[in-house]
């Protein structure tokens, strides 16, 4: 029988622990090397942030709906400050998953994405899916968690030690649900559409992925990504970032830009659901994350999908003569095949749904 074993690679944690190099799995190819892709000095300008306080406030609403609209127009993305969510919160649930990183592997193993140790899964905790023998891997592992909906929760893999991390989770989730309501009503406003337009898209079904990434320090951040370019598949991600070691970096305009960290505020981008709906006026932002060689590094996204048979189109409102449609129809789970295909490849499926 053929051998397999290039599907399964070790754990990151795990081959840190033991290599001194990263294996050649992991180098990214030459012209792709982090050190070898341009990385701007510094910003353009600081990435903006919203206030989201503002945003619901009578007096503040107009001002701070026009910086959202200028942040999603220029970056796709924004920090956001005054989001309501506790800063023991953050700090107790990313405290609570680092616990569950530093376990033995054993116990780790429990909360596994693999089906009896060999087929992939979304769920649970390992690395990404390997689909080719030659496909450059990412220096980070993660845990992988469908959060919403409520009664799709899969608790096999949510760790059990320790013990507060499932009620900080499900704590967390319920905040970051306002906070994307909130966020998509003020989207929807911008565009100049129903200000539930994007809401509406959502049903009882539409999935909700808490990915926790954990990035192991690596002796060549040179050569290797933590996550390789990417954009996020589904409407909306709430980033929050690890707030003392910074990696995450962003595509603007052919230039690399590194975010600094922001302890305690959200990052939000768009993904690329949401550049369909709003016809391409919005542009879901291509990101990566770069590793160091001294600190462990952990971030949480939290991704808002639609119903995998939801139908994403442009919305019909946005359309005109001199603005038709610039993205086929096709329904969310035909887009998230495509998107892990070419996620692997480092390549983008937005681009084949364009008209
Ligand atoms: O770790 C980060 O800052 C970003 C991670 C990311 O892009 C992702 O999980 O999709
Ligand atoms: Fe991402």
Not at 51 to 80: P, T
Not at 136 to 141: V, Y
Not at 202 to 217: E, G, I, L, Q, V
Not at 290 to 307: C, K, P, Q, W, Y
């Amino acid at each position: 029988m053929e051998d397999e074993s290039w599907r399964i690679p070790m754990l990151v944690q795990e081959l840190a622990a033991k290599a001194q190099q990263p294996p050649s799995r992991y180098v990214q190819p030459k012209q792709s090397h982090p050190v070898s892709v341009a990385v701007a000095a510094e910003t353009p300008e600081p990435i903006p942030v919203i206030d989201l306080s503002r945003l619901l406030s009578a007096d503040g609403a107009d001002e701070e709906g026009n910086k959202l609209q200028l942040a999603l127009l220029s970056w796709g993305l924004f920090l956001v400050a005054n989001h309501g969510i506790e800063t023991s919160l953050m700090d107790d649930l990313i405290n609570a998953a680092r616990e569950f990183f530093h376990r033995p592997l054993e116990e780790k193993q429990k909360c596994s994405n693999l089906i009896d140790g060999k087929h992939f899964q979304v769920e649970g905790y390992g690395n990404d899916p390997v689909r080719s023998k030659d496909q450059t891997l990412d220096w980070s592992d993660r845990l992988h968690l469908r959060v919403e909906p409520e009664d799709e929760r899969n608790f096999a893999y949510w760790p059990e030690h320790p013990k507060p991390f499932r009620a900080l989770l499900h704590e967390y989730t319920l905040k970051c649900k306002r906070i994307k309501n909130l966020i998509l009503r003020a989207t929807a406003k911008t565009l100049g559409l129903q200000e539930d337009y994007f809401l509406a898209q959502f049903s009882d079904k539409a999935p909700s992925f808490a990915r926790f990434n954990y990035y192991t320090p690596c002796p060549r951040p040179d050569l290797v990504f933590g996550v390789k370019p990417h954009s996020d598949s589904g409407v909306l991600t709430i980033l929050l970032m690890d707030k003392d070691v910074g990696g995450l970096q962003v595509l603007r305009d052919g230039v690399w830009h590194s975010v600094p960290t922001s302890p305690h505020r959200l990052l939000i981008n768009i993904g690329d659901f949401m550049e369909i709906m709003s016809n391409g006026i919005f542009k879901s932002p291509v990101h990566r994350v770069v590793t160091n060689a001294e600190n462990e590094r952990i971030s949480l996204a939290m991704f808002h999908g639609l119903d995998p048979e939801k139908e994403i189109e442009p919305a019909a409102d946005l359309l005109n003569e001199k603005q038709p449609a610039r993205y086929r129809k096709l329904k969310a789970k035909e887009y998230l095949a495509g998107f892990y295909e070419h996620f692997c490849k480092g390549t983008r499926f937005i681009e084949s749904v364009k008209i």
